[in-house]
């Protein structure tokens, strides 16, 4: 059985409808078109030495001093519906988190790139002398001696200060994350918090049953060379 194959006639002249003309005269102007003035192609870091135009504060001109894409003032492209950036939210699935609910760079199961061979990340880790570590062997932010750029003029972490107004402080005066009226994340199911309950396995429990820090077996921080705890003991406090 033979297929037909169909294939238009184009080769055939088209002759003039109602004696119209095969050419139609076009403005200059028209053809000419509206010439586009495109910024000079610029190479290395802009005038203020970064790198990427598009990074830096400045050029950016975002007068919040961030990046236009990540300022909530701004309504930036990369800000959520929850109010942060797109790629480290949770509830929206961001890319930069893990399966463990985890940013992947500060993630121990999936060996994120930040996390040392002592289990903790890099720049905040004393044994391998983490950038974020200052000469007083604490994190130059929260330095006192430093002058670390979280310290307020009272002395405290900024965040925590009741008196400043911190951020982590809540209506009732407490730290919001450890407040039981507001359902603070670092209260358990038993009304505790999570770190020190025995019932959920909390990080400040030792093996013993007791809190690590007070601890004489694990050599808490908190037991003094006499072995009470330092703020109880007689000759201590007499020193």
Do not use: F
């Amino acid at each position: 059985m033979m297929t037909t194959v169909w294939r238009p006639r184009v080769r055939i002249p088209v002759p003039n409808i109602d004696g119209a003309e095969s050419e139609v005269e076009v403005p200059e102007e028209v053809n000419k078109g509206t010439k586009r003035k495109s910024a000079p192609r610029t190479k290395g870091p802009c005038e203020h030495g970064v790198k990427w135009r598009s990074r830096c504060k400045v050029c950016s001109a975002c007068p919040h001093g961030r990046r236009r894409r990540e300022c909530k003032e701004c309504g930036g492209a990369s800000i959520c519906e929850h109010g942060r950036i797109r790629r480290q939210c949770k509830e929206c699935g961001g890319s930069q988190i893990c399966e463990h609910g985890r940013r992947h760079h500060r993630c121990k199961e999936c060996g994120g790139s930040q996390i040392c061979e002592h289990g903790r990340e890099r720049s905040t880790c004393k044994e391998c002398g983490g950038a974020s570590i200052c000469e007083h062997g604490r994190r130059g932010y929260l330095c006192k001696e430093c002058g670390g750029a979280s310290i307020c003029e009272h002395g405290r972490i900024r965040s925590t200060c009741k008196e400043c107004g911190g951020a982590s402080i809540c209506k009732h005066g407490r730290r919001r994350s450890e407040c039981k009226e507001c359902g603070g994340p670092s209260i358990c199911e038993h009304g505790r918090q999570r770190h020190r309950c025995k019932e959920c396995g909390g990080g400040s429990i030792c093996e013993h049953g007791r809190r690590r820090q007070r601890c004489k077996e694990c050599g808490g921080s908190q037991i003094c060379e006499h072995g009470r705890i330092r703020r109880q003991c007689k000759e201590c406090r007499g020193a």
